[in-house]
């Protein structure tokens, strides 16, 4: 089945720098991959997502990034803010199901 | 209400202790998603219902139990709770069912079975 590993566990950026998640998959049949924000206390949301038809896809300061080929995805966000504190998850379908990766938790140092 | 709601929101269980946790949408979604998330391992899936009747096991069903009776409704239900169910479970809805379709999550419910 389906394996997601998500690196790192923990990132802490400087506000105003770059932050990247990477996400790998296993299963070459995956073709949707959703990355959602989990804020402190509060329930995940959807923050951008990216099928395998596509390459990149930008929304603002955050973008996603697929390579097929080696099984991996990734997260940018740029110039990050204080808001952006959280734990993002990545996700990559499985048949019927999303399987997700294990967490990043990033923190946006002042 | 407005959106996805979840009771309770905390709860200490004894084990053993049968217990259900509830689950309810106003957004008229077909689909209805129960996970757990464990901290380490990110968010699992428990059970799923793509539609009002119909049930399916995710990657961790063993010792629970869901039922759909109507379009609003998910409870997730322990029969006889064990320790190793201590988590934080979230129930989810989307518009459809299938993979591609955003999840909307509710508040959560932590569980701790002693």
């Known amino acids: 089945g389906e394996n997601v590993e998500q690196h790192p566990s923990t990132l802490s950026v400087q506000e105003g720098d770059s932050a990247v998640i990477k996400c790998t998959y296993s299963?070459?049949?995956?073709?949707?991959f959703p990355w959602y924000k989990q804020e402190l206390g509060k329930r995940p949301q959807l923050i951008i997502d990216i099928r395998s038809n596509v390459g990149e896809k930008k929304d603002q300061r955050i973008a996603v990034t697929l390579n097929k080929t080696a099984k991996h995805f990734s997260l940018h966000i740029t110039e990050t803010q204080p808001e952006d504190s959280a734990v993002y998850f990545c996700a990559a379908s499985s048949s019927y199901q999303l399987i997700w990766g294990a967490g990043t938790k990033l923190i946006i140092k002042p | 209400i407005a959106g996805i709601t979840q009771a309770p929101t905390s709860q200490i269980l004894a084990a053993g202790r049968r217990m259900t946790l509830r689950c309810t949408q106003d957004m008229r979604h077909n689909a209805m998603y129960w996970y757990r998330q464990d901290l380490g391992l990110g968010l699992r899936l428990i059970h799923y219902?793509?539609?009002?009747?119909?049930?399916g096991k995710g990657e961790v069903p063993d010792g629970y139990s869901v039922s759909r009776a109507n379009t609003d409704d998910f409870p997730l239900t322990l029969a006889s709770a064990v320790p190793s169910q201590t988590s934080v479970y979230f129930c989810?809805?989307?518009?459809?069912?299938?993979?591609?379709?955003?999840?909307?999550f509710g508040p959560g419910t932590r569980l701790t079975v002693l």
């Open positions: 989810a809805s989307s518009e459809q069912g299938g993979v591609y379709n955003e999840q909307f």
């Open positions: 299963d070459s049949a995956s073709n949707y």
């Open positions: 219902s793509n539609t009002a009747g119909t049930t």
